[in-house]
């Protein structure tokens, strides 16, 4: 069975600077990775996914993730926070093999101060 | 969100009532799914429908049931609801694999 862990439960960062939210995952079959993002008492959105083509993944707000087989990672990166990042976090892994079902991290908590 | 539905958005609800939320999509996805929200625990599957009438449980499926009659409905049903089920309710649809998945807007159901 499928598994994630986000190794961090808060991030904080200041505006401009680097943001690195990790995850390691576990997974029987040729994964999928995604990473969501949910802002205060809204829905979850789409940040990117992994879906075995590039090892690199860019996704949208300048957010990025690099999947590396060897060390069963999927962190994401961006170069400069912005307030606006503010917000809670998942890393999500879904099985070829399993109805597609999505197993969730337990989320990264990511604070921006100015 | 564009395409899938969820109802009603609140609910407050009596200890050991049945409670029915409902996911509508027009998207004509194949797969839905029912996902629950608590803090410290991301989202955890309840249920799921990979087409009309086929249906299977989730990691929390205990006191819960589902219906899947038409392609566009998924129905969540508590048959009995207690304080431990309060928490936020996701609707998700999708194509399949390397498909993204759609998210609904969330249920915040509190039981009282």
């Known amino acids: 069975a499928q598994s994630v862990t986000q190794l961090d439960s808060h991030v904080s960062v200041s505006e401009g600077t680097p943001v690195l939210l990790r995850c390691n995952y576990s997974s029987s079959y040729s994964p999928s990775l995604f990473w969501y993002v949910q802002h205060p008492n809204k829905g979850l959105q789409l940040l990117l996914k992994?879906?075995?083509?590039?090892?690199l993944v860019k996704g949208i707000n300048g957010f990025e993730a690099e999947f590396k087989k060897s060390e069963t990672s999927f962190h994401l990166t961006k170069p400069s926070a912005h307030m606006s990042d503010a917000a809670e976090y998942f890393c999500v892994v879904s099985d070829e093999g399993d109805f597609q079902k999505l197993v969730f991290g337990t989320g990264t908590r990511l604070l921006v101060s100015p | 969100d564009a395409g899938i539905t969820q109802s009603p958005r609140h609910k407050v609800t009596e200890t050991g009532t049945p409670v029915t939320l409902r996911c509508h999509q027009t998207e004509n996805h194949r797969y839905m799914y029912w996902y629950r929200q608590d803090p410290g625990h991301g989202l955890r599957l309840i249920h799921y429908?990979?087409?009309?009438?086929?249906?299977d449980k989730g990691e929390v499926s205990d006191g819960y049931s589902v219906s899947r009659s038409k392609t566009e409905d998924f129905l969540l049903t508590l048959e009995s609801a207690t304080s431990s089920q309060t928490s936020v309710y996701f609707c998700a649809i999708s194509e399949g694999y390397n498909y993204g998945y759609t998210f609904g807007s969330g249920t915040r159901l509190t039981v009282v």
């Open positions: 429908s990979y087409g009309v009438k086929d249906t």
């Open positions: 992994y879906t075995s083509a590039a090892t």
